[in-house]
């Protein structure tokens, strides 16, 4: 089975032009040429190189930011342009989104359109990203499919340790008020049970399977998913560094629904780690 993991930023236009946004295949993550368009594909700041130049890196960090990485991963661009006096002009535009970094390799043309006319730049990037950004750790594959895939990162204005002192301490209810209505933790470290007492009764049984202090991040896997209809569930939460004062939180779940349930499980499951980093971006809000 080929290591892929696929990402779309805007499902429905990205789908309606049969392409993805973003595609993590083992350590490597191909973005696909970013616009300056809005949600809903309608081009931005027409005739403004600078403005479609912020637009299209605002794309591409939240691209990287839903695989836990930042734009100190991306290795290459390709940048296509309709008016290269103008890109030239702009390219500390550009530029500034590497302030403290190593540049990328990096390769411009001109051509004569992109996709929409008022568009004046495209942007595609490669990043290189480290074995547990994106993926889950090689020491726990199993052979089991899971073809849902949900993940969700977000950059939070404090230190990586303040943050992993939350997120590590699989007993807190914080970052569950209002999913779980209990935890009681059975253990202590990698193997340590977590029970979750959900809403109207239901509970699930989950177990700690990778745990480091060092390096910010935990493994669970749900043993017994009680009411909920999936299998095979696999979990990671990462917290990473981004500077003295910021870091990177990402949550990565993998499992199988049961036959019939796959968009509701999809929903349920991508709910849950958004409303988790929700949470944690209103707790550590400046």
């Given at each position: 089975?080929?290591?892929?993991?696929?990402?779309?930023?805007?499902?429905?236009?990205?789908?309606?032009?049969?392409?993805?946004?973003?595609?993590?295949?083992?350590?490597?993550?191909?973005?696909?040429?970013?616009?300056?368009?809005d949600d809903a594909f309608r081009p931005e700041?027409?005739?403004?190189?600078?403005?479609?130049?912020?637009?299209?890196?605002?794309?591409?960090?939240?691209?990287?930011?839903?695989?836990?990485?930042?734009?100190?991963?991306?290795?290459?661009?390709?940048?296509?342009?309709?008016?290269?006096?103008?890109?030239?002009?702009?390219?500390?535009?550009?530029?500034?989104?590497?302030?403290?970094?190593?540049?990328?390799?990096?390769?411009?043309?001109?051509?004569?359109?992109?996709?929409?006319?008022?568009?004046?730049?495209?942007?595609?990037?490669?990043?290189?990203?480290?074995?547990?950004?994106?993926?889950?750790?090689?020491?726990?594959?199993?052979?089991?499919?899971?073809?849902l895939h949900c993940q969700k990162a977000v950059?939070?204005?404090?230190?990586?340790?303040?943050?992993?002192?939350?997120?590590?301490?699989?007993?807190?209810?914080?970052?569950?008020?209002?999913?779980?209505?209990?935890?009681?933790?059975?253990?202590?470290?990698?193997?340590?049970?977590?029970?979750?007492?959900?809403?109207?009764?239901?509970?699930?049984?989950?177990?700690?399977?990778?745990?480091?202090?060092?390096?910010?991040?935990?493994?669970?896997?749900?043993?017994?998913?009680?009411?909920?209809?999936?299998?095979?569930?696999?979990?990671?939460?990462?917290?990473?560094?981004?500077?003295?004062?910021?870091?990177?939180?990402?949550?990565?779940?993998?499992?199988?629904?049961?036959?019939?349930?796959e968009d509701q499980t999809q929903a349920i499951?991508?709910?849950?780690?958004?409303?988790?980093?929700?949470?944690?971006?209103?707790?550590?809000?400046?």
């Open positions: 089975m080929i290591d892929r993991q696929t990402f779309h930023l805007r499902p429905d236009g990205e789908k309606a032009f049969g392409y993805a946004q973003a595609v993590r295949s083992g350590s490597t993550l191909h973005i696909s040429g970013s616009l300056s368009v700041f027409p005739g403004d190189m600078a403005a479609q130049i912020a637009s299209v890196y605002a794309a591409i960090g939240r691209t990287l930011d839903a695989f836990g990485a930042t734009m100190a991963n991306v290795v290459k661009e390709n940048i296509y342009v309709t008016d290269m006096d103008a890109f030239i002009a702009a390219n500390g535009a550009r530029i500034s989104h590497y302030a403290g970094l190593d540049l990328p390799a990096t390769t411009a043309v001109e051509v004569r359109r992109l996709a929409f006319p008022e568009c004046m730049i495209e942007i595609e990037i490669t990043a290189s990203l480290s074995p547990r950004e994106g993926s889950m750790p090689d020491s726990l594959a199993d052979g089991f499919v899971r073809p950059r939070l204005p404090a230190p990586a340790d303040a943050v992993w002192a939350l997120v590590g301490n699989i007993g807190d209810e914080t970052i569950g008020k209002g999913l779980v209505e209990r935890i009681e933790v059975i253990g202590d470290g990698v193997g340590a049970l977590r029970l979750l007492h959900l809403p109207g009764g239901g509970l699930l049984h989950e177990r700690i399977e990778e745990y480091s202090e060092t390096d910010r991040y935990y493994v669970y896997r749900v043993i017994d998913s009680g009411p909920l209809n999936f299998t095979n569930y696999l979990a990671m939460a990462r917290v990473t560094p981004a500077g003295p004062d910021a870091c990177i939180l990402s949550w990565n779940t993998q499992a199988q629904a049961v036959s019939g349930f499951l991508q709910g849950n780690i958004d409303y988790i980093c929700m949470v944690l971006t209103e707790h550590f809000k400046p």
